[in-house]
């Protein structure tokens, strides 16, 4: 569990702090992002997360799509999680939920929030994971197409 929910975190924050591009319709963080993070629990346990991959929509100032990380946790095995994210764009800011849906949208769960910022093809942002108490640090930067 506390591996699904990093990694959504995780996730949650590369969408967070996607780059900036002005345009006719503000800041683009639509598009393929990969990275890596750390992450620490409330009784002093470190997470490394080794890869973040993360594919952003984008509709107006509104971000969505989905995530894959690995993280590890400890000197336990690497885990692989995914996760979905939805989130707002104001200038160079992002907040938004991460989570999953087990279907069509209502049925989504909200695992953590998330706050980043964008600059140039470079994201980095923060996430709270709700479920247990974990804070996660990432940074993301722009695949090229």
């Known amino acids: 569990m506390k591996f699904k929910v990093l990694s ?19 800041p683009i963080a639509e598009g393929y992002w990969q990275g890596a993070g750390q992450a620490i629990y409330p009784d002093g346990t470190t997470a490394d997360i080794t890869r973040v991959e993360a594919w952003l929509f984008q509709d107006g100032n ?32 992002i907040k938004g939920v991460l989570g999953g849906c087990y279907g069509p949208a209502p ?27 974990s804070t996660s640090i990432m940074v993301l930067h722009r695949a090229p197409n």
């Open 62 to 93: 509104f971000i969505y799509g989905g995530a894959e990380f690995e993280v590890i946790i400890g000197d336990n095995d690497p885990m692989t999680q995914e996760g979905q994210i939805s989130a707002h764009i104001q200038g160079n800011v």
């Open 107 to 133: 049925d989504c769960l909200g695992g953590g929030t998330f706050e980043g910022k964008l600059s140039g093809n470079k994201m980095t942002g923060t996430v709270l994971d709700l479920s247990d108490g």
């Open 8 to 26: 959504i975190l995780a996730i949650g924050l590369l969408f967070v702090f996607a780059p900036v591009y002005a345009g006719k319709g503000g």
